[in-house]
């Protein structure tokens, strides 16, 4: 068995911070999000991995590699515009072959990792078998429509009610799939977009009408798709709050408190009234000073923070913070500099945010 992982795209409700890097590589609990995929799919025992990414890529190639670093053979395709989920099968064809595969789109996070659903797939034996999730918006997902335990249709973000069963990023297929994306058709092309994409739903659809196989999964834990900050601060909480505690350093000064589930690298250096309250990830070679770092937090590698105070928030490596005032929900990316303004007059905020950024003040 196979699996197809997606790493392209241009991550457009990700900007500013889309701007210089795949998103993909954004980390969350301190780990980048392609390399969560990677961990779940080998974790299900899946060896033989390719990965979609944008045309001329080096960033997820620099950090995946070969895929040995998991005991894995990965192999690379490019997409030249993009063009859908539909269409990265089309072109992973070649590399698939005949065989089953597991397609999982790689800003897709989930409890317990894949491995159970790929044993469900293959005891199965169906064509198509999709993982679905109950949410309470599911005008924003496609969703499945169950009728007598059976699928009967997929809608992509339906504008009334069918369910409330996201499809989630996750699919196992056989090569029966390969048939069902070529017939799909260019939808409309989508606000914010130049070109019109081939669509996944739309093959599902297509095996369902044609009398294939088609089963399913309920997700009975937590899943995340985090394609918006908000789904990026939640899918941190969510994985922050399964960690255990592991503190690799031992520059920690005894009048620091730490509670909570902690993880902390090392060569950081902890010093002065800084309060620690898990669960948090902090990096390697940190430095904290009189600061309170709260629940829901990570913090990457070598971050300086002196007199701070940040909650439930991602913050990037190489960043500064030396600011009073409290930075709840927030995430800054590589070496950003965060300080506090002087009391002066006239006062004022200076700003530099990219587009399609929310400040608020």
């Keep these: 068995m196979k ?61 995946v590699g070969d ?53 469900e797939f293959l005891k199965k034996g169906s064509s198509c078998h999709l993982l679905l999730s109950r949410v309470p918006d599911p005008e924003r997902f496609g969703v499945a429509e169950v009728k ?15 369910s409330n069963l996201a499809v989630t990023g996750v699919y196992l297929y056989d090569h029966h799939i390969f048939e ?23 093959a599902h659809q297509w095996l369902i009408d044609h009398g294939y196989k088609v089963t399913f999964s309920e997700v009975t834990g937590w899943w995340k798709d985090t394609g918006k900050p908000k789904d990026l601060l939640e899918g941190n909480q969510l994985i922050l709050s399964e960690i255990q505690t592991k503190i690799e350093t031992k520059d920690i000064e005894p009048n620091v408190l730490i509670q909570g589930k902690v993880r902390i690298g090392q060569g950081t250096k902890i010093s002065g009234r800084s309060i620690i309250r898990g669960p948090l990830v902090i990096g390697e070679n940190c430095i904290i000073k009189d600061s309170y770092i709260g629940p829901f937090t990570s913090i990457g590698n070598n971050a300086q923070i002196t007199d701070g105070e940040i909650e439930h928030s991602i913050i990037f490596n190489d960043t500064s913070i030396n600011c009073s005032q409290r930075i709840v929900d ?24 990219g587009d399609n950024s929310m400040v608020e003040l």
């Design 148 to 162: 007598k335990g059976k699928i009967v249709r997929t809608v992509e973000k339906p504008k009334e009610y069918i």
């Design 67 to 119: 895929g040995k670093a998991w005991k894995a053979r990965v192999q690379y395709i490019e997409q030249e515009a993009p063009l859908g989920l539909a269409h990265v099968v089309k072109i992973a064809q070649p590399y698939i072959g005949k065989d089953k595969f597991l397609y999982f789109l790689g800003d897709n996070i989930l409890a317990g990792g894949v491995k159970k659903y790929v044993k």
């Design 3 to 63: 699996a197809l992982i997606t790493a392209g795209g241009h991550g457009t409700r990700l900007r500013p911070l889309t701007y210089t890097h795949n998103k993909h590589l954004i980390p969350i609990a301190n780990r980048p999000m392609i390399c969560r995929a990677m961990d779940m799919v080998t974790e299900a025992g899946i060896r033989d991995v390719i990965i979609n990414v944008n045309k001329g890529d080096t960033e997820i190639r620099g950090l």
């Design 330 to 353: 927030s995430i800054l990316g590589e070496g950003s500099i965060i300080t506090s303004c002087h009391q002066t007059l006239p006062s004022g905020h200076q700003l530099f945010v």
């Design 180 to 202: 069902a994306v070529k017939s799909v058709k260019p939808g409309a092309v989508l606000p914010g977009r130049q070109i019109a994409e081939l669509d996944i739903p739309s």
